[in-house]
Every structure is written in C-alpha cells, then in structure tokens.
C-alpha cells in the first residue's frame, strides 16, 4: 500500500511559477510510475507527465510541454512537478498518482491517488 501526499500549492499570478511536491510513505515509489494529473470542476482529470522512478523517462502531455518539469529526488522519496509561467488555464486541484510499471497517459491505470493539492492564477 502506498500513500501519496501533495503539497505546494497555491494563489499566484500570472506568469509566476510554482513547484508541486509528491511524497509516498507506506512505501516507496519503487519501480513505479509517477504521474502527475489536474481536474477542473467536474471535467476529466488531465494527464500533464509522468516519470518513470527507476529509469528517470518521462513524457508530458503537449498542453504543458515546455513549461512544467517533473522530476525525482530518490533521498527523499519525493516526485516534483515545476510549473513555469502559469496562467488562469492553469487553475485547478493538481493530483499525484502512481502504480503502473510503464510511462502511460492512462488515468485508469495509476492505482494509488493523492487527495490534491490547489493551484489558482490569478490574472
């Protein structure tokens, strides 16, 4: 069993960054991987990125290609997702996720969720 815990976010402005943090305890990431997704209201969650932590790929979707960056610190167990030059589209609870072997967009396939953590620009 693996808990997942989000933290980082927040109320900015327009172009400014943020840096989300993904944290698992119960167990760790493994050879899992680590995604990162967001939900507005009530549409779908969103796929963003993903990394795979033991082989350090990734893959982001191409809405946030260029300005997010997902990455890993295995000392302390932690995935994070830096979000550069944010803007209103940008608002919404962001989700950590982990559970499949293998890079994928798929929601369906991440077993473990976080609860969120909420990111709101401002214009």
């Known amino acids: 069993q693996v808990q997942v815990v989000e933290s980082g976010g927040g109320l900015v402005q327009t172009g400014s960054s943020l840096r989300l943090s993904c944290a698992a305890s119960g167990r760790t990431f493994i050879s899992n991987v680590v995604a990162w997704f967001r939900q507005v209201a009530e549409k779908e969650r969103e796929f963003l990125a993903a990394i795979n932590w033991k082989g350090g790929d990734t893959h982001y979707a191409d809405s946030v290609k260029g300005r997010f960056t997902i990455s890993k610190d295995t000392a302390k167990n932690t995935v994070y997702l830096q979000m550069d030059d944010l803007n209103p589209g940008d608002t919404a609870i962001y989700h950590c996720?982990?559970?499949?072997?293998?890079?994928?967009?798929?929601?369906?396939?991440?077993?473990?969720w976080g609860q969120g953590t909420q990111v709101t620009v401002s214009s």
């Open positions: 996720a982990t559970g499949p072997l293998l890079l994928t967009i798929h929601r369906e396939r991440y077993r473990y």
